[in-house]
């Protein structure tokens, strides 16, 4: 996938007129493709590697070749932070992950091996997300445990 450039030198936070004349004044339609592109490519980049822990802002804008305040804005444009779709996306991959996962693999290494590193955190973020626990959450959608329940 082609990396395209960040915001050129000519974007307003290098002008210093205010005339309405001025170029760099006014809408730049150019920039909200920039962000949406920037958004796209984000949101692929951390499907990829949303399991690492030590993924951030930082990380992801220097693999996208753009700076942190434009990968902010991109999110920012979708109504959501960088930390937060990070989040959601590894918390609605757990939650798929519960249904599929053995019952011997415990919650906390499919929560780590999505990127956790405090549990409690995480259990947390995931009854505020889906009303209730992750063991709950795998009870119910597990078939051994219905069928045991029946």
């Known amino acids: 996938m082609p990396i395209s450039p960040d915001i050129p030198a000519s974007s307003s936070q290098n002008c210093e007129s205010n005339s309405s ?7 730049h339609p150019g920039r909200a493709l920039l962000l949406e592109d920037v958004f796209s490519r984000a949101c692929t980049w951390i499907a990829g590697a949303h ?3 030590k993924l951030s802002p930082a990380g992801i804008a ?9 990968l902010y804005r991109a999110f920012q444009s979708k109504g959501i932070t960088v930390a937060d779709y990070i989040q959601r996306l590894r918390l609605e991959q757990i939650h798929t992950d519960l249904a599929t996962a053995a019952p011997r693999i415990p919650i906390s290494s499919i929560a780590l091996d999505h990127g956790f590193e405090c549990l409690s955190h995480f259990h947390r973020r995931f009854k505020r997300l ?18 045991v329940r029946n």
């Open 130 to 147: 889906y009303g209730h626990t992750p063991g709950e959450t795998r009870s119910a959608r597990s078939p051994q445990r219905r069928e």
């Open 51 to 53: 399991r690492d822990s």
């Open 21 to 27: 004349d001025h170029p760099c004044t006014g809408p």
């Open 62 to 70: 220097q693999q996208l070749r753009c700076s942190r305040a434009t």
